[in-house]
């Protein structure tokens, strides 16, 4: 490879590294992308520059995780807003995109805590694939970030792109395979390619993720907003990421989807192994409805799965970013006393709940003004402890910590508003407009795995 002047080989170590490197291409050169850190090597490889592989430093072995980018053609007068189906009329449902655009532009950005890969194709699309080297469990993870533009139409005319990943999963059989699609973040559902319905029958609706798995290894997707996936060959998970209409689907739009802006899709992608043993799970996931026979002497376990703790945590930061405000000028003047910072939790917060909301309520006769109440609504999310390891479990849920899981035998570990005195707290409906029983502390807060509640808290003026 090394005499061939149209190959170039361009390693990117991101450990130790002192100082930011930036580096460009052209097309020129065909070019092969190898990172490594202390969990994982990357590989991206052939002229699209597109992830190839992935070595797991823990297991030693090269596991195929390719990206490729198309897009389905659009049945006209019956795929637009509201309906989506592929034209029966082509003998390839799928076509090429990204050769249309000849300009494509190769950037390398490598630092101490993060390098990254970007392709850009034109003004159409700008993909990113992110690696971290934080020595923590966000290493094993792999971000991606695209930004696709159709352009004025009609440019890209009846195109529904989609990002695929290509795998050595064996999700099912090639005329069934398999994949599970999350239903509003809370629970997944499992879905079985039924080859009769065509490639529209198969797509089904995500909101924060989905997975395809073999008794070995698993490979979740998560993304920031609802989008349609699919596993339509076995290995393989696609994820719809626009899509250009210029007929209409007599469906009440009374036109196609011509009006795409520049939009960014974000994703975590997630390569685990599957543990098995009776000693695989850890003491946070046993009151958790994972992976359980339908009797204690039930062998074949139950086709109910739930994600990783680490992919639960994933997830909550892509649909619950942290709101960043700045204060542009300081007044002395106004006496206004501003605290660089407020300490609410006096413990770790367990690792199986999740903050879904807690937002002021306002005054019952003066509905501008805040109030001294707040609705706090808890999610106690499940997952499996069999996904990902000992070591990203532990990093989570240490069972030596009391606060590791808001279990039954750790009633009382709840350490809320530490640094603010609490008035009264009582259980109300899930959209706080009836109230419930009264809670006598925030330490008696109990919920069961998977179970969502809502409390109004009032705090003392």
């Known amino acids: 490879m090394g005499s061939n002047p149209r190959w170039r080989r361009c390693t990117v ?9 930036f580096s460009r291409f052209g097309t020129s050169s065909r070019v092969i992308f190898s990172w490594r850190t202390q969990r994982c090597d990357s590989c991206l490889t052939n002229r699209a520059v597109f992830l190839k592989s992935v070595t ?82 966000l290493d094993n993870g792999i971000n991606i970030e695209n930004d696709v533009d159709f352009e004025m139409p009609p440019k890209n005319r009846e195109t529904e792109l989609f990002m695929r990943f290509v795998t050595d999963i064996e999700n099912g059989g090639s ?11 809370f629970q997944y559902q499992k879905r079985v390619k039924v080859p009769s319905i065509g490639i529209e029958g198969n797509y089904f609706p995500i909101t924060s993720g989905a997975f395809i798995q073999d008794d070995k290894m698993r490979l979740t997707l998560l993304t920031t907003h609802a989008q349609g996936a699919a596993s339509l060959e076995p290995g393989q998970l696609e994820v719809m990421l626009d899509r250009r209409t210029l007929y209409d689907d007599y469906r009440g739009m009374g036109e196609g989807v011509v009006d795409s802006r520049l939009t960014r899709h974000r994703f975590w992608v997630i390569l685990e192994t599957i543990e098995h043993g009776a000693d695989a799970a850890a003491p946070a996931a046993n009151n958790s409805p994972s992976q359980q026979g339908e009797g204690p002497g039930d062998a074949k376990p139950a086709e109910y799965q739930l994600p990783s703790i680490f992919a639960n945590n994933l997830a909550n930061g892509l649909n619950y970013p942290a709101n960043l405000f700045i204060v542009e000028k300081y007044d002395e003047s106004n006496q206004i006393e501003l605290n660089r910072a407020v300490q609410l939790l006096a413990a770790p917060f367990p690792c199986d709940l999740h903050i879904l909301n807690l937002r002021t309520l306002t005054e019952s006769n003066l509905p501008l003004f805040p109030s001294s109440s707040a609705l706090l609504v808890l999610h106690r999310q499940g997952y499996n402890c069999r996904i990902g390891g000992d070591e990203v479990v532990n990093y989570f849920c240490n069972s030596s910590n009391s606060s590791s899981s808001i279990s039954s035998k750790h009633r009382g570990q709840l350490q809320l508003f530490g640094g603010v005195r609490v008035e009264h707290i009582s259980g109300t409906s899930l959209t706080g407009l009836h109230a419930g029983e009264p809670v006598r502390s925030v330490g008696d807060i109990f919920l069961e795995p998977m179970e969502l509640r809502t409390y109004n808290v009032t705090f003392a003026k």
């Open 13 to 21: 170590t991101i450990a130790r590294m002192r100082k930011m490197r």
């Open 56 to 137: 797991k430093k823990n297991m030693g072995k090269q596991i195929q995780c390719a990206i490729k980018f198309a897009a389905y053609k659009s049945a006209q007068f019956h795929s637009g807003a509201y309906l989506f189906k592929t034209d029966p009329e082509q003998r390839n449902s799928e076509k090429e995109v990204l050769e249309q655009y000849n300009d494509m532009t190769i950037l390398i950005t490598s630092g101490p805590l993060a390098s990254d890969v970007t392709a850009i194709y034109g003004p159409f699309l700008a993909h990113t694939v992110r690696i971290f080297n934080s020595n923590t469990v």
């Open 175 to 185: 005329e069934n395979p398999e994949f599970y699609s999350d239903l509003n973040g």
